[in-house]
């Protein structure tokens, strides 16, 4: 017998049986729900979609994001890291596929998959009498739809090879499971094969939510959320056309006009402003609180001084023109203190502070409500496809890369074929540095790097796994390896390459 947790339906299976007077009863365990009877009222599927949003919270920022980050070229590990997060930072033997984070990745985003499965499958039992429960109903059925093609995006960037149209019916993508099932041992199935279905889940989740219009801030998913992710997707599988519909059908609805303002840029970061926000994380203090990105900061209340896990190369801080708004708002001069030694004045990622209205003490908490999707991504996705795919989509290309560099105090600038694809790409990594993007942007763009120009090489562990790393493009660590227990219990998914 299938059954739930009441407080957080989360799907479980047990069995019992009684024996008397020649006969066998199931009964109902008096602390939860059996599977089955969980979808009996649309009360029940509201019940279910908490859990989506609740499963979300806990699935963005922390380790989601920064693991990718630290293991790309834009920070350093200091003195005081304490190897958190050091294996992918040093890559190599270091980085082995029992990493913990590899596992922790994986499992979460497979946990909340099987939640999805059993209810995208039981909403399909709930009866519905009146039009407003057909509108919650399909409300609710999009929520899932959307959800589990977020995850299966977020699974295949991590542990497949980059979509290409030449090789991705051929490329092992993820195991693609869509029903659960307590024993099954999938194999993985191929690049396309998951895009496929993640573009099919986006299409039923737009036609589903078509009546659930956009607003600054949201924290439910929307139309806009939809094909917010389509262009992410599209962009992905070198859809140029597919990209630059889906991101302009969001940025021309103007419901979410660039920021222009250094203030509040700084408030969308600090009091979570949402103007240039399609969907957020929501969070409740002290009940339903989120991931966070402390390890920038490491504020230590008892001296008033940071201790950051990493700290910001100095190639990335003078990337930012002096009159750029991102620059005093994505980092902050701060005193330091590593290994006891002070260092009065040194430029950390203060992207992530806390909001003061969710601390819980005098001193930061680090919380905020978590950003999945904002209409920033969504310029530099149009810029980024129309650059490529030429003509009339690079002049458009041109003009909405220069609206963003507007709004962020930059001037305009008029450049066509690899240089304009080049600006985008730079833009790019100053707009989304340290949201988790830059890992997998290289990995699309088939490029390496080189670790280079720390702040202060006192502060910072040095060698040629840490300040002078240089990995080259497509190494196989840009695709992460299959956990090892993951691959021990199931012997049908293939290893990738060099883990």
């Not at 599988?237 to 969001?250: E, F, K, P, R, S």
């Not at 002070?342 to 003061?356: E, I, Q, R, S, W």
Request: charge should be neutral.
């Amino acid at each position: 017998m299938k059954k739930i947790k009441i407080k957080s339906a989360i799907a479980l299976i047990a069995l019992f049986a009684l024996s008397s007077c020649q006969k066998s009863l199931d009964l109902y365990p008096f602390n939860s729900i059996e599977l089955s009877q969980s979808f009996k009222s649309v009360q029940d599927a509201a019940t279910w979609n908490n859990g989506l949003y609740n499963d979300l919270r806990g699935r963005t920022y922390g380790t989601y994001d920064i693991a990718q980050d630290v293991q790309a070229d834009q920070l350093n590990a200091s003195l005081d890291f304490g190897n958190r997060s050091g294996n992918p930072h040093r890559w190599g033997q270091s980085f082995l596929a029992d990493d913990g984070v590899l596992s922790g990745t994986w499992s979460g985003y497979y946990f909340a998959l099987r939640n999805l499965n059993s209810a995208i499958a039981g909403f399909e039992t709930i009866p519905t009498t009146t039009p407003a429960e057909v509108t919650a109903m399909n409300r609710y059925k999009g929520d899932n739809y959307l959800a589990r093609a977020h995850y299966y995006h977020q699974l295949i960037k991590r542990f497949a090879k980059p979509f290409e149209p030449a090789t991705a019916a051929a490329d092992l993508g993820v195991p693609l499971v869509l029903k659960y099932e307590l024993n099954a041992q999938p194999a993985r199935a191929t690049v396309k094969q998951v895009y496929d279905q993640i573009m099919s889940d986006i299409t039923l989740a737009k036609s589903l939510l078509s009546t659930v219009s956009g607003t600054q801030g949201a924290v439910k998913f929307t139309t806009d959320a939809a094909s917010a992710l389509e262009a992410r997707v599209k962009l992905d599988m070198q859809d140029w056309a597919g990209a630059i519909a889906a991101a302009n059908t969001v940025i021309s609805s103007n419901r979410y006009p660039l920021i222009t303002s250094s203030t509040e840029l700084r408030s969308m970061w600090v009091n979570d402003f949402s103007k240039e926000v399609i969907f957020r994380c929501a969070v409740v203090k002290q009940t339903e609180q989120p991931n966070t990105n402390a390890v920038y900061l490491g504020f230590n209340a008892a001296n008033a001084k940071f201790t950051p896990d990493f700290i910001p190369s100095q190639w990335v801080i003078d990337s930012y023109d002096a009159t750029d708004l991102r620059k005093a708002v994505y980092f902050g001069v701060k005193p330091v203190i590593i290994q006891g030694i002070n260092y009065p004045a040194m430029t950390l990622v203060d992207k992530f502070p806390g909001n003061p209205l969710l601390f819980t003490t005098a001193a930061t908490n680090y919380q905020h409500s978590p950003i999945v999707f904002r209409v920033a991504e969504l310029y530099l996705i149009l810029a980024e496809a129309g650059s490529i795919a030429g003509g009339a989509s690079a002049t458009q290309a041109n003009t909405v890369l220069n609206q963003l560099r507007n709004a962020r105090g930059l001037a305009s600038i008029t450049v066509s074929g690899t240089t304009l694809i080049q600006e985008v790409r730079d833009e790019r990594t100053r707009e989304l540095a340290f949201e988790g993007f830059r890992l997998w942007d290289l990995k699309r763009w088939h490029l390496g790097f080189t670790r280079r120009s720390p702040q202060n090489i006192n502060a910072i562990n040095v060698g040629a796994n840490y300040n002078t790393l240089s990995i080259v493009a497509d190494d196989n660590q840009f695709t992460w390896g299959v956990p090892t227990n993951d691959k021990t219990v199931n012997p049908n998914i293939v290893q990738n390459p060099g883990w």
